[in-house]
């Protein structure tokens, strides 16, 4: 099931639940690759989390939803601190969306209801806010070297209007926008289905996953396109696939019916991605050469949801994963 939540006229909550996929070509190779996982000793803590980020040590950052805080947790899975509180003023939360580690290992969490972004520090200690001055409907952000925010998503500023990527500073003001949108797209499809998913490559390049068609484009921050990979994967088209139903103030959009959506690409130290496609309850990881040929693609095992941050440090995936219908955390290592 997909769901999408407006909280405010510009502001997103959404996830994903479920996951495995339409089909698996040459498993073999990233079944041979993928070790056996450790889970993780703090899993009670884990509700709803819609939002992950990897500090340098390994340490993981999750965004809970539903208690609205950050919590952080070593690379054994212990609890180390956790942040967040509820209200609208200086370093609090009303629908904390997405979370990212910049390079100084502060912590960035993006506050959809607000459109602030609060800095928190590695210690789990309040910074500062940041308030944007282009404002838009978010779907996915990343760190960039330089102290540099990139957020994918939506916005009718004429600076950043029809771009899919918004480059800001590190005060959070707008430096620049790129990535063409379709036009004549309603904003619940173009948010979901077309902006698409942001990750940081290994030197430091932007790679945007576009979700229809599926492509994996890599852009310097000055927004030049460096690559751009047609993925041979089939996906769906996700035109006419979200209902949208209103009840008082509270607009929600759902699967009007399944489609096949890709998921953000990982680069791999040899200059592959790490993907794959979900459908309802159908999860697949792929193993995608720079050119979009797939090299080998499996089925999720069974007790994964979804890969969420992947390690190259240390050669190490973090999976969310499920256990009596409870969420749980796994380290999984994977020899590339």
């Not at 950052?61 to 070593?74: D, G, M, N, P, R």
């Not at 209801?113 to 309040?126: E, H, L």
């Not at 720079?290 to 995936?317: K, N």
Request: with cysteine.
């Amino acid at each position: 099931m997909f769901l999408c939540r407006w909280i405010t006229p510009l502001s997103l909550v959404w996830s994903l639940c479920g996951v495995q996929a339409a089909s698996a070509q040459n498993p073999a190779i990233l079944q041979k690759a993928i070790g056996k996982p450790t889970l993780s000793r703090a899993n009670s803590e884990l509700i709803q989390p819609i939002s992950y980020a990897e500090f340098a040590d390994g340490s993981l950052a999750t965004l809970e939803f539903q208690s609205k805080e950050v919590i952080v947790y070593s690379p054994e899975g212990e609890v180390t601190w956790r942040y967040g509180r509820t209200g609208g003023g200086p370093g609090e939360f009303t629908a904390p969306y997405r979370i990212a580690v910049q390079p100084d290992q502060t912590l960035l969490v993006l506050d959809a209801g607000t459109t602030r972004i609060i800095r928190v520090s590695k210690a789990g200690k309040y910074v500062e806010d940041l308030r944007p001055d282009l404002r838009l409907i978010p779907f996915n952000m990343v760190a960039l070297p330089g102290g540099l925010i990139a957020v994918s998503g939506i916005t009718k500023d004429p600076r950043g209007a029809g771009k899919a990527i918004h480059i800001f500073n590190n005060r959070y003001l707008h430096l620049r926008s790129f990535g063409e949108l379709p036009k004549d797209i309603p904003p619940a499809e173009l948010q979901v289905s077309w902006v698409g998913g942001l990750t940081v490559a290994q030197d430091g390049s932007l790679i945007h996953t576009r979700f229809w068609p599926y492509e994996v484009v890599r852009y310097r921050v000055d927004g030049t396109e460096i690559s751009r990979a047609r993925v041979a994967t089939p996906v769906d088209d996700p035109r006419g696939a979200i209902s949208r139903t209103v009840s008082g103030s509270e607009v929600r959009y759902r699967d009007a019916r399944a489609v096949t959506r890709p998921r953000p690409v990982f680069e791999l130290p040899d200059g592959k991605f790490l993907g794959g496609t979900s459908k309802g309850a159908e999860h697949t990881l792929d193993l995608i050469r720079a050119d979009g040929s797939v090299e080998s693609s499996m089925r999720f095992p069974d007790a994964w949801s979804s890969v969420i941050s992947f390690d190259a440090a240390r050669g190490m995936l973090w999976v969310l994963g499920h256990s009596a219908d409870e969420p749980v955390l796994l380290r999984v290592p994977f020899r590339f």
